[in-house]
T-cell receptor, first 119, second 114 residues
Framework: AQKITQTQPGMFVQEKEAVTLDCTYD???????LFWYKQPSSGEMIFLIY??????QNATEGRYSLNFQKARKSANLVISASQLGDSAMYFC????????????????FGKGTLLTVNP | DTGVSQDPRHKITKRGQNVTFRCDPI?????LYWYRQTLGQGPEFLTY????????KSRLLSDRFSAERPKGSFSTLEIQRTEQGDSAMYLC????????????FGPGTRLTVT
């Protein structure tokens, strides 16, 4: 089974509107972290936001917020007030297990969603 | 903070040749990761170092691939006897040892095997 599923290959949004990018995950580990990265056409992966499995509140970073629904195993990214520069690929990723104590450090990524912001 | 750098940015090679990529992590980061990204896919984990020790290798890393991180600073990824299926973007990332951490990625090396 896919550990990270992003069901939207592509999304379109009008400038200044909000958009939600979907991400569902699969893990049996009670301790995990969820990340969103942005990859512009230049290729570099840019970290956007992080949510820990034990975090009680949804993470927010400026115009980015993460809608974390633990029971549904979903971690959707919400971008408010979209800008033309937001056009890029967006990847959801998961780290399973606690970092301290020598468990898993690697990130498992989804296939991504291509966001296009229209003027 | 100069970020993670990778060299070269692009490499075109003929099948059967050996290639080597270099990654320079953020200076205070003791963890370094290599990922491979093919067209239309997310990055896939290849290997990970903590300081100079290579602690985990993916089964994607065949015996033609070798990675090193001498002295716990920069890292190299070598592919021997390249195949067309090795064509991909090779991404390097680094992070600190904090409980919560993000991995900072470099710009990647795009390999084309002809």
């Amino acid at each position: 089974a896919q550990k990270i599923t992003q069901t939207q290959p592509g999304m379109f949004v009008q400038e200044k509107e909000a958009v939600t990018l979907d991400c569902t995950y699969d893990t049996s580990d009670p301790s995990y972290g969820l990340f969103w990265y942005k990859q512009p056409s230049s290729g570099e992966m840019i970290f956007l936001i992080y949510q820990g499995s034990y975090d009680q509140q949804n993470a927010t970073e400026g115009r980015y917020s993460l809608n974390f629904q633990k029971a549904r195993k979903s971690a959707n990214l919400v971008i408010s007030a979209s800008q033309l520069g937001d056009s890029a690929m967006y990847f959801c990723a998961m780290r399973e297990g606690r970092v301290l104590g020598g468990s898993n450090y690697k990130l498992t990524f989804g296939k991504g969603t291509l966001l296009t912001v229209n003027p | 903070d100069t970020g993670v750098s990778q060299d070269p940015r692009h490499k075109i090679t003929k099948r059967g040749q050996n290639v080597t990529f270099r990654c320079d992590p953020i200076s205070e980061h003791n963890r370094l990761y290599w990922y491979r990204q093919t067209l239309g896919q997310g990055p896939e984990f290849l290997t990970y170092f903590q300081n100079e020790a290579q602690l985990e290798k993916s089964r994607l890393l065949s015996d033609r691939f070798s990675a090193e991180r001498p002295k716990g600073s920069f890292s190299t990824l070598e592919i021997q006897r390249t195949e067309q299926g090795d064509s991909a973007m090779y991404l390097c990332a680094s992070s600190t040892q904090a409980e919560y951490y993000e991995q900072y990625f470099g710009p990647g090396t795009r390999l084309t095997v002809t």
